[in-house]
């Protein structure tokens, strides 16, 4: 007897978890997680970051601070993994699973970082001791607002669009 108590009221307790889990009204996170994947050339290529959303606010140099190790996304440190040893904008990149920032620049070229301290929160303890990889990249304008942070893979690389500009990274 005791042990049918014990199961009706484990039940009871789980039935009642799930009314109120189903019963709550729930939010889109602001800043949503996101994954990239696709080829390039035989190496499988997947990106995972946080989506945040422009939402009018002035982003470059005020939101992203400029000349500052940024983390490519919101929340957690963007993560780039390849399975293959590629060539990131001229130099080589073994396989592996990295953080990956920008360090935005008002003019000139931007810097992309592949850090080997995969598991990070935002750029608060990132160690330039730990890059694997540093190279310089050449934004681009884009014709129209990108309103939420996007990752593209592409035969050629990939890029990172948001607001008004577009972050290419070339991969062979």
Do not use: C, H
Not at 6 to 27: I, P, R
Not at 44 to 63: A, F, H, Q
Not at 107 to 136: M, S
């Amino acid at each position: 007897m005791k042990t049918i108590f014990k199961s009706a009221t484990v039940l009871v307790a789980a039935m009642t978890l799930s009314v109120n889990a189903f019963g709550q009204e729930t939010k889109k996170p602001a800043s949503p997680a996101m994954t990239a994947t696709g080829k390039i050339k035989d190496a499988n290529i997947t990106i995972v970051y946080n989506s945040p959303s422009v939402k009018d606010r002035k982003i470059w140099g005020n939101l992203v601070a400029y000349d500052q190790v940024w983390r490519a996304g919101a929340n957690e440190a963007t993560t780039f993994e390849t399975d293959k040893e590629i060539t990131v904008q001229g130099k080589k990149l073994p396989a592996g699973k990295y953080s990956f920032f920008l360090i935005p620049k008002e003019i000139g070229a931007w810097t992309a970082i592949f850090n080997k301290e995969a598991k990070q929160w935002g750029a608060y303890k990132y160690e330039q001791a730990k890059d694997a990889l540093r190279v310089d990249v050449r934004t681009k304008d884009l014709s129209a607002k990108q309103e939420t942070l996007v990752y593209k893979i592409n035969k050629n690389g990939f890029s990172m669009d948001w607001d008004k500009t577009s972050v290419p990274v070339e991969i062979k």
